[in-house]
């Protein structure tokens, strides 16, 4: 690397590092691999114990990314998110800066907003109290003769931490200051790999929601391998992706695996100048929950953005689904080959991923006691993945 490289050039310099790999995996029918299988135990994917502790320890802990700068383009724009537990708003302030609060009135409880439209103000559908885009307390029917003698000052809504780094955007689910966030810390080495992508100038395409009857972690589980395209994807992605090979590098708690696509057979034998050179792309898993899958197609980038989230218990989940376009594609392209990708890709997870981890869920709720998940050596992120939610828990295996 020189110290005057920029972020494109970084970029390339990366993209054909792991085409190199990539390509050496298809000449010799090679895997990255680990030292050997590790194992886990069924209980952590089903017990309430363990489902608990995770709302505990991580749901409500660490950075949970909610969504993209273009998500809340303009003052007065929300974006709601409900899914780690609290319900929270998150706010385009005035400046262009972003605050989150619980989606609570301070009043009597109420869920404060409904709808992500542009307004300048938020008014209660319980009572009527009204709060201005930075969380104070401004409007009060009835103010003077109902409330008479308290503090409107101390009526403020609940701050929540959050941060908007480089087009992406956390919260920490849990009342805090922006002081209790720092994502360029929890990213870690991870950071440099997202920062110059171009996230702030993506723009959102279709958001949907998936939900399965199996553990987050199982779903989850599902980005993180390539060793069950041929038998579980044979007529959608095991006819671009080579079964059983991957390359995945770390970066502290997170990872980026990439696959080798069959259109790079032709690079075994050419010399590296003759390659068609691959843009940047890989499957970003960011840990706990998300997976930030940078892809291009034909008319440009996309950025997929998939997160996985208990639902109320070990035996639930529920993703969301959403699908950006670089911010580099001219807005009057049609958006509809990005629309086609993201379908594409949902009814995959939906039909073949989901379908087999809610079978799977079934037959760990009835395992016998002792039984245990392995993860093989040739699956190398899920090793990392679960090694790092059990320090998380407190729990050093
Ligand atoms: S609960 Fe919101 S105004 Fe009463
Ligand atoms: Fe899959």
């Known amino acids: 690397m020189t110290l005057t490289e920029t972020g494109l050039e970084r970029q390339r310099r990366i993209a054909l590092d792991i085409q190199r790999r990539l390509v050496e995996h298809i000449r010799t029918g090679g895997t990255d691999l680990e030292a050997g299988p590790v194992q886990n135990a069924a209980e952590r994917y089903s017990s309430w114990e363990w489902y608990r502790l995770e709302q505990d320890r991580v749901f409500t802990q660490l950075p949970l990314l909610v969504g993209m700068s273009r998500d809340l383009p303009d003052p007065g724009c929300k974006l709601l998110f409900d899914a780690a537990g609290p319900p929270i708003v998150i706010v385009r302030q005035q400046d262009g800066s972003l605050k989150a609060f619980l989606n609570m009135c301070t009043h009597r409880a109420a869920r404060l907003v409904n709808e992500c439209t542009p307004a300048r103000r938020m008014t209660c559908g319980f009572h009527g109290w009204t709060f201005d885009l930075d969380g104070k307390l401004v409007g009060q029917p009835g103010g003077k003769r109902g409330f008479a003698g308290l503090d409107k000052a101390e009526f403020a809504l609940i701050e929540v931490p959050v941060e908007e780094w480089h087009g992406l955007v956390f919260v920490i689910a849990r009342p805090g200051t922006r002081a209790d966030i720092d994502v360029a810390a929890y990213l870690g080495t991870f950071a440099p790999e997202l920062a110059q992508m171009g996230f702030e100038r993506a723009?959102?395409?279709?958001?949907?929601?998936?939900d399965v009857?199996?553990?987050?972690?199982?779903?989850?589980?599902?980005?993180?391998?390539?060793?069950?395209?041929?038998?579980?994807?044979?007529?959608?992605?095991?006819?671009?992706?080579?079964n059983d090979m991957v390359v995945h590098d770390r970066f502290g708690?997170?990872?980026?695996?990439?696959?080798?696509?069959?259109?790079?057979?032709?690079?075994?034998?050419?010399?590296?100048?003759?390659?068609?050179?691959?843009?940047?792309?890989?499957?970003?898993?960011?840990?706990?929950?998300?997976?930030?899958?940078v892809s291009s197609i034909g008319p440009g980038q996309v950025f997929s953005i998939y997160r996985v989230f208990p639902n109320g218990g070990p035996d639930n989940a529920f993703s969301l689904m959403a699908a950006y376009r670089s911010g580099e594609v001219p807005d009057d392209v049609d958006m509809q080959p990005w629309r086609d990708f993201h379908d594409f890709i949902m009814n995959v997870v939906a039909t073949e991923d989901y379908s087999i981890s809610a079978s799977g869920q079934r037959n760990l709720?009835?395992?016998?006691?002792?039984?245990?998940?392995?993860?093989?050596?040739?699956?190398?992120?899920?090793?990392h993945f679960h090694r790092n939610l059990a320090r998380q828990l407190g729990y050093n295996d």
């Open 203 to 210: 723009t959102p395409v279709i958001q949907t929601r998936l």
């Open 213 to 242: 009857a199996a553990n987050w972690k199982y779903a989850y589980d599902t980005y993180g391998e390539g060793y069950h395209f041929a038998t579980l994807h044979p007529t959608t992605i095991a006819r671009t992706a080579h």
């Open 253 to 293: 708690l997170h990872a980026r695996i990439n696959f080798p696509y069959r259109d790079q057979d032709v690079c075994v034998g050419q010399s590296e100048d003759q390659w068609v050179r691959r843009p940047y792309g890989g499957v970003h898993l960011l840990f706990p929950n998300t997976v930030i899958y």
């Open 365 to 383: 709720r009835y395992a016998p006691p002792g039984f245990k998940l392995t993860y093989g050596a040739n699956e190398g992120v899920l090793q």
